[in-house]
């Protein structure tokens, strides 16, 4: 599926390296890409660097509330520990929109399944079932992501609706990665997890890009 | 590393699609593989199946209690049902040997987290901590094991004992697939959960060969 072509996504937390790399790979023409931050400045500071050393325009920074306003698709890319407030801080600037959750529950960067079940599930019972909250975007490598021309892995894409997950599988598609439905919400703990397994073999076999492919389908 | 030359292997459950997989990969010269069940006749006659197809020896059929005292490596692939109460049986024949555990917990074809975390911890918890446990295989497709020129997915191995982790990942790669360190036993849950995501895919994208690649490191 083909994504509109004015379609506008806010990165909250996306000072942080997988938003930088977000927005380093949408900034293209049509897409806009709000770089949301608890600190507007910080954003701004951020934007303009990706600007120089990218040369991508449509790349905005705001403080998060405003960002999210303003967008129609919002990923949460912050750390786990400040997901909780963070979504809670912006229910209701999210109301109904598309909600990206790509965050990985890590203690000491090692994974743990949080109370809820998984973050996905976490936001989803912060911003009530009638807000599509779908997980992606957990495995790929941030740095690959930076790096316009370096190829990514798979996207694993879970979310309990069909809808919504379409729209999120053809967002990605723009990133230059290809994207896999893997199944309801309650699947996200594994693709949560998969990222500390993907840092346990970066660590073990001293890469920074480790990823995953899927074999076998379409292949 | 590479395998002992007489190594003897006991695949528990050996009689199901994984275990028959397995049991053609490995019945090379010099490897034993003895396929159990808990019908010792059931195993002998899938050995016989196994040897017409395949032209291969060095496979026999046992019981599964015989099966695990004669051998040196043990591969639990047991549907999770029957997995806490056949580890419980098999203690004295497991003793100290290196327990291979295979097994993903599902529930109508979905994936859960049993009470003691993971297949894997299930068993170490049986087994004590003296028995090193590893899990492995969860996720390459059994069909693709029983065409031996089948391309494999990647294998993630975890476990508590480094030592062990090593001796089956050069087991691993007898069987022609590539082995990956991925961490302690508490990783296992995401590694069994996987596989339930590969059922997702594969039911999702109409195929039966969904498996993982690593990429990112040593490539």
């Known amino acids: 599926m083909e994504l509109e072509k004015d379609v506008s996504i806010a990165i909250v937390g996306g000072t942080g390296n997988l938003g930088q ?8 023409p049509g897409i806009k890409v709000i770089i949301g931050s608890r600190d507007p400045e910080k954003a701004r500071t951020v934007v303009e660097s990706i600007r120089k050393a990218s040369g991508k325009e449509g790349i905005e920074g705001k403080g998060n509330q405003e960002a999210v306003r303003e967008a129609e698709l919002v990923v949460i890319a912050v750390p786990y520990e400040g997901h909780s407030k963070m979504v809670t801080e912006l229910r209701d600037q999210i109301g109904k929109k598309i909600v990206i959750d790509a965050v990985v529950p890590l203690k000491k960067g090692k ?6 079940g998984s973050a996905l599930l976490e936001a989803q019972e912060i911003l009530g079932t009638e807000t599509p909250v779908v997980g992606a975007l957990h495995n790929i490598s941030a740095g690959d992501l ?3 021309d370096a ?3 798979d996207v694993l894409v879970c979310g309990d609706s069909k809808d919504a997950k379409e729209r999120v599988m053809g967002f990605i598609q723009k990133l230059g990665a290809r994207a896999f ?3 309801p919400a309650a699947n996200a703990y594994i693709i949560e997890g998969l990222t500390g397994v993907l840092i346990h ?7 920074k890009h480790a990823s995953v492919k899927v074999t076998g389908i379409g292949d």
Do not use: H
Request: charged share 20%; no cysteine; proline share 17%.
């Open 21 to 28: 790399g977000l927005a380093v790979r949408l900034a293209a």
């Open 111 to 116: 994974p743990f399944i949080p109370p809820a």
């Open 146 to 148: 930076q790096e316009p």
């Open 151 to 153: 190829p990514l892995g």
């Open 181 to 183: 439905d893997a199944g």
């Open 201 to 207: 073999l970066n660590r073990r076999y001293k890469s």
